[in-house]
């Protein structure tokens, strides 16, 4: 193991640390200036929490040393272990290595008796003297082990046990249980993972994922400057033999769509090497998904993964993209505070190559917020939202030189907001911890959502529309690990679900409203069932995750993990289910 760490490691362990902690902008800003994204560390190598695990071990080790110097000075001959070396550091290195857990290490007593070396006994002593979460049995211990204990499994990404930094710090969420390190829920049985299909081929974390409205098409966007179209076989690894062999030839066979390099200088001069996507989606026919990436550019793909279109008009990372209901428009957002209304206008483009058809598109440019826009969100086909970090929302019609409403009741960055199937409520969640539903005929929102007690990351409404009372449910996740359902019309909460042990970044309603799934940095993908509040289905993987997605039968979903891998499961694989309409049903 090396003795010595470089300014450009320090420098990704911040960049890190920011962005789980949930500050993307200045994760940003400090990668930029840094050239973070010049670097060439494997991202997927670096364990959640990976710079709070330095400190706390280096805090460990000063109280070793000193406890050592102590010793010392009482008496000399205890420093020296029964061959007559010095005991140095070393020892204690490799008492932990030898220590999968801590609760396993013995008292300082019961080490004296054993015969063992003061420095043995004074790590011991410091070890079980510790009453943090992480060093009692309470969270993660293995996440302060040295880097052998940790790269004994970080073959999949994320070493075992290891959670971000939010659970090192040791919260009050519920008490996974010693040697437990997910919290599994009695009575669920995990989704093994030979019933999964695993599609491996990006080599950065994957940010996004959505599946084809039309067909078992999947599309997934990653840090590495790619986007990838899998086709999905019908049915999974677990199935039969032959499922298994077909699952094999798709996820050894993704098209690759490349976010070319050329265009990022040409175009924005953006220093970024990594040219990450960050947003994706399909339009209603599934014939066309739009890309957005750190180089600005907005891209239009064919089903088949041929670039039709790159539109070239931000000048700073394209953070949200989205299609109007109808297909025809596009909308982004970006860290430029600006957004942009991509309207096709008929005809070729000047100029334009056989490739791009007749794909020519009209830039209506929103410039009004003071900070970047987050997200975007159509309310129908000629009116939408935007979000930003000025902490405001503004309502747009197509056309119109200025806002429409701008909406102030948020007292910090406003992460994304969603409108209701209806378009008639525009829910919005925030970094101060409160989500907000707002309608368009008022400054004020018409409720004030503050029972979660971190940032809230995201929010979702639920879209089935054959039950009265679904078009009224609200979902949010946050920073403080759980999930929480409201009643939007009386903006109560009606129930928080709780099992995850670190942020919650993604849910997704399935398409028929029955069920919500959440996914975690602590690596699992959970399924709730939305009437019974409780867990159906458990899968863990190997990195913590940032998308779900849903297909449109609702019989697959779909996971992107930081450790560059998608995962596909079918939801309805648990027993005892006897039909598709009965699938999870509780």
């Known amino acids: 193991m090396a003795n010595t760490i470089t300014s450009e490691e320090v420098n990704y362990l911040v960049f890190r640390y920011l962005q789980e902690s949930g500050y993307i902008h200045s994760a940003f800003a400090f990668g930029h200036e840094s050239h973070i994204y010049r670097s060439t560390i494997d991202g997927s190598q670096i364990p959640p929490g990976a710079l709070l695990s330095f400190l706390q071990r280096g805090l460990s080790y000063v109280e070793i040393e000193a406890s050592l110097r102590d010793s010392r000075d009482s008496s000399a001959s205890a420093a020296v272990d029964t061959n007559g070396t010095a005991a140095t550091l070393l020892d204690v290195h490799r008492i932990l290595v030898s220590h999968q857990r801590t609760a396993l290490i013995p008292s300082a007593t019961?080490?004296?008796?054993?015969?063992?070396n003061s420095a043995v006994a004074a790590a011991n002593a410091v070890l079980a003297s510790k009453s943090t979460p992480a060093m009692t049995g309470k969270g993660p211990a293995s996440s302060h082990l040295p880097e052998e204990v940790r790269a004994a499994d970080s073959t999949h990404g994320l070493p075992n046990g290891t959670h971000s930094a939010h659970a090192a710090e040791g919260s009050d969420l519920p008490n996974?249980?010693?040697?437990?390190a997910f919290g599994t829920v009695t009575g669920i049985e995990r989704v093994p993972e030979t019933e999964v299909?695993?599609?491996?081929?990006?080599s950065s974390e994957v940010f996004c994922c959505r599946w084809n409205p039309r067909s078992s098409l999947l599309a997934t966007g990653a840090g590495d400057g790619t986007a990838r179209l899998w086709?999905?076989?019908?049915?999974?690894?677990?199935?039969?033999?032959?499922a298994a062999a077909a699952a094999l030839t798709a996820a050894a066979s993704p098209v690759v769509l490349k976010m070319d390099s050329d265009t990022l200088c040409a175009k924005t001069n953006n220093a970024f090497l990594s040219n990450h996507c960050t947003a994706l989606e399909w339009n209603s026919s599934g014939s066309l998904l739009v890309t957005g990436s750190y180089d600005g550019i907005v891209r239009l793909w064919s089903e088949a993964g041929a670039?039709?279109?790159?539109?070239?008009?931000h000048v700073g990372p394209v953070l949200s993209t989205r299609w109007s209901p109808d297909g025809t428009n596009i909308l982004s957002g970006s860290v430029d505070k600006t957004a942009i209304v991509w309207t096709p206008e008929s005809g070729k483009e000047d100029g334009a190559s056989v490739s791009?058809?007749?794909?020519?598109?009209?830039?209506e440019v929103c410039s009004h917020h003071d900070g970047p826009v987050l997200d975007v969100d159509w309310r129908s086909d000629r009116s939408f939202s935007l979000c930003s970090t000025d902490n405001t929302i503004s309502l747009w019609e197509i056309g119109a030189a200025e806002p429409q409403h701008v909406w102030r009741g948020h007292r910090d960055e406003v992460n994304e907001i969603r409108w209701s199937p209806s378009g008639t409520v525009l829910a919005s969640c925030s970094d101060d911890f409160s989500a907000m539903l707002w309608t368009a005929d008022a400054s004020e929102p018409r409720q004030c959502l503050r029972e979660h007690t971190k940032e809230v990351l995201s929010v979702r409404w639920c879209t089935e529309s054959s039950s009265a009372s679904s078009s009224s449910i609200l979902a949010t996740s946050s920073y403080d690990a759980t999930i929480k359902l409201w009643n939007a019309e009386t903006g109560s909460c009606t129930a928080?679900?709780?099992?995850?042990?670190?942020?919650?970044y993604a849910i997704a309603f399935s398409p028929d409203g029955r069920y919500l799934a959440s996914g975690s940095f602590d690596r699992r993908v959970l399924v709730w069932s939305v009437a019974s509040n409780k867990i159906v289905r458990e899968?863990?993987?190997?990195?913590?995750?940032?998308?779900?997605?849903?297909?449109?039968a609702g019989s697959r979903l779909a996971a992107s993990f930081s450790n560059g891998v998608t995962t596909v499961l079918d939801p309805r694989q648990s027993a005892p289910l006897t039909s598709d309409a009965d699938a999870m049903h509780d």
């Open 110 to 116: 019961n080490a004296l008796d054993a015969g063992q």
């Open 176 to 180: 996974p249980g010693v040697g437990n």
């Open 197 to 202: 299909l695993a599609l491996r081929g990006h």
């Open 231 to 242: 086709a999905v076989p019908q049915e999974l690894p677990a199935s039969s033999p032959g």
């Open 307 to 313: 670039c039709v279109k790159s539109l070239a008009r």
């Open 356 to 363: 791009e058809n007749t794909y020519s598109f009209r830039a």
């Open 496 to 504: 928080t679900l709780q099992a995850h042990a670190d942020p919650v």
């Open 539 to 552: 899968y863990v993987g190997h990195g913590g995750v940032f998308e779900l997605s849903w297909n449109a």
